[in-house]
């Protein structure tokens, strides 16, 4: 946490790359981005939980139209790629696909405002939780001195969220190859792939070991690296006075397309491998 | 920015989230798209099968159509037909009864003219024998028997 020079360059990059911790060590809580991300989750699921209860097999509203279209092309991009039939398979998509576009999305509000808000907030409510000494600071040095101003809204900035939604995926790329080859199966596939020699069984295990890990791992780290990077481009561009309107404008429009697109890569990577995980090869 | 329990909760979340997607979200809008789809499907051959029907019921009409100009030019082809036989008949019956009313009249005739002439006969022996009594009554006379005689021939 960057204690003095908040509105400094240095302090207010820093400001804008940490999120609001509670807790030590490995057991803190990343709070801005986790209750973000968990919002948005329950917005996803929620808003097409509704659809879904009133979705008539007549003539459908333009929200309904709009969830299907996305319910179709996500259903398209499974059966494209995906040829072993499973239930599960297309709730993973729709879920991964909506949920990181929506985390994406937030990326678009300017990165200034939440966190004065939050900062805000948290000065009328609670001032004591300032931890340094803020005599003679502005009203704006105080909020952003304010340990609530650290709210980051834009989850998939953070590492720990990408690479959590990349351990699930590991979860299930083991779970897969455990439920459509068994134990066994998996076991026999790390150890017998690519060389079918006995004598070769520590070194393919090696190669499979890291051929597995590092697919989630590059999920995560894809998807974090996309953002992050242009998280710290957004926050340059604040720091450039009037001229960022242009520029976080033409920044913003050409994020429209690495939000959707880094969403339907996770997506597609997934289903890819899992599709991997299920057949034999 | 370290790793740390976010990352637990973040899976925990994902795998909350993709439970309730695969309870709650997929199968209803799946089952709305895909019942629709059917929907449209069924619509669409409902509409190829009538389209169809329409072809055959046409058909079968053209065909009926057909049938019964056929059946209308025979019929009127066979009310020709007998009209003019009749027509023939009557010809020949009127014909036929012509001939047999002028056979009939001849016929009446001859019997009539036989009947005359039988007459007539019966008159010439009747008138000859009342002349010959006449002839007899004079005692004969050649001379005056001759004028008699004549006078018969002429009255023959």
């Known amino acids: 946490m960057a204690a003095e020079g908040n509105t400094s360059i240095q302090g207010y990059i820093n400001h804008h790359l940490s999120d609001m911790t509670i807790g030590e060590g490995f057991m803190a809580v990343n709070v801005g981005a986790l209750s973000v991300a968990i919002i948005l989750g329950f917005v996803f699921v929620l808003s097409f939980m509704v659809v879904g209860r009133k979705a008539t097999t007549g003539v459908p509203g333009k929200f309904q139209c709009f969830v299907e279209m996305i319910i179709e092309f996500i259903a398209t991009s499974v059966k494209e790629t995906f040829h072993v039939k499973n239930k599960l398979i297309a709730p993973i998509a729709l879920t991964i696909f909506m949920w990181i576009f929506l985390m994406n999305l937030m990326k678009l509000v300017p990165v200034d405002w939440l966190p004065t808000v939050f900062g805000a907030v948290g000065l009328l409510i609670n001032p004591e939780a300032i931890k340094y000494n803020v005599e003679g600071y502005s009203l704006l040095e105080k909020i952003m001195a304010h340990p609530w101003s650290y709210m980051t809204i834009a989850p998939t900035t953070d590492i720990n969220i990408t690479m959590g939604l990349a351990l699930g995926v590991f979860f299930l790329i083991v779970g897969y190859s455990i439920a459509f080859k068994g134990v066994g199966g998996f076991l026999k596939e790390l150890s017998f792939t690519p060389f079918n020699h006995w004598a070769l069984v520590p070194f393919n295990l090696v190669l499979e070991l890291v051929t597995l890990i590092s697919k989630p791992v590059s999920l995560g780290l894809r998807l974090f690296g996309n953002l992050y990077a242009g998280e710290v481009i957004f926050i340059l561009i604040a720091l450039v006075g009037l001229y960022q309107l242009p520029l976080h404008f033409a920044w913003a429009v050409f994020h429209i397309l690495v939000i959707v697109l880094q969403a339907f890569l996770f997506m597609m990577l997934t289903i890819v491998y899992l599709s991997m995980a299920a057949e034999d090869h | ?156």
């Open chain 2, 1 to 156: 920015m370290d790793i740390n329990f976010t990352l637990i909760g973040q899976s925990i979340a994902f795998a909350f989230f993709v439970w309730f997607t695969m309870k709650f979200v997929w199968p209803p809008l799946n089952n709305a798209i895909e019942e629709r789809q059917k929907k449209i499907a069924d619509g669409l051959a409902a509409s190829e099968q009538a389209n169809q029907d329409l072809e055959v019921a046409r058909a079968k009409a053209d065909e009926e159509l057909k049938a019964a100009k056929l059946q209308a030019a025979e019929l009127i082809d066979q009310a020709k037909k007998r009209a003019a036989k009749l027509v023939e008949d009557e010809t020949q019956r009127g014909h036929a009864e012509r001939e047999k009313i002028i056979a009939s009249g001849y016929a009446e005739v001859e019997a009539e003219r036989a009947r005359v002439r039988e007459e007539l006969r019966k008159q010439v022996a009747f008138l000859a024998i009342a002349g010959a009594e006449k002839i007899i009554e004079r005692e004969v006379d050649a001379q005056k028997q001759s004028d008699i005689v004549e006078k018969l021939v002429a009255e023959l």
